[in-house]
């Protein structure tokens, strides 16, 4: 099975759904490409892939929406499933999992410090988070720490948006650190758009193997962020699936899906 590990779906700006003002609570400007990436192309692309699962991501263009995210999920249940985006102004997680589909949420980490609300309320109630940790990896591995049944990922490999290279990796040994944290797993996401060099893009892939060697199959998820891929879907997927010696058997099932279902308890 492979799962991939993030997915953003979109509608446009309208009247009457509107998005924020770019730049408030740390929302991007511009989204991932012009037009809307939606449930239904997303199927189309997944089943191209060979892919048989995707976690939604709702993207931070739209605001502090998961309905799109959740109408999938509950239109395609043995195809996606949540991690939504937590409203500024909400201070509790009760209920997060009521709605179906719904298996956690999604950070980007800004002015939160180790005591904020959120890192507390989701170890209690037992939901996973996924972190964009934008350049705060050591403030996050003190989150780990202080909250060891706190189920985290880390975004896209640790690596800065909108750098390449090694640039892009300039943070991988405070992450490498983090893997003795075992509360503490990463999303290989969207490798492509780290490489200045395109296919096989092997200015990245020993970052890759550094985090697989320190993470292991079990806590090393694949996926693609598929509206910023620079390349084909199914190169991806057999990119992971076939070109990497050190990847095979059961931990490459478990890197491409077993393993994200696992953490995340996708049942």
Known sequence: M????QIHIWAADQPGRPWPCAGVDGRTAQ??????????????????AGV???????PSW???RNDLALAAAAAHPDRFAVMGRVPNDRRSLAGWHDSPGMLGARVILGNEDVD???WAEAQAQGIPLMVAPARKLLLLARVARDYPALRLIVDHMGARVHHTGAAAFAQIDDLIAMAALPNVAVKATCLPDYSANGYPWDDVTPYLRRLFDAFGADRLFWGSDLSRLPCPYPALVCFFRDALPWLNGSERNNVMGRGIIRWLDWQ
């Open 31 to 48: 989204p991932q490409r012009a037009l809307p990436l939606t449930a239904q192309e997303a199927l189309a692309e997944m089943d191209a």
């Open 52 to 58: 048989d699962r995707a976690i939604l991501v709702p």
């Open 62 to 64: 739209e605001g502090d």
């Open 2 to 5: 492979i799962v991939d590990a």
């Open 116 to 118: 904020h609300w959120l």
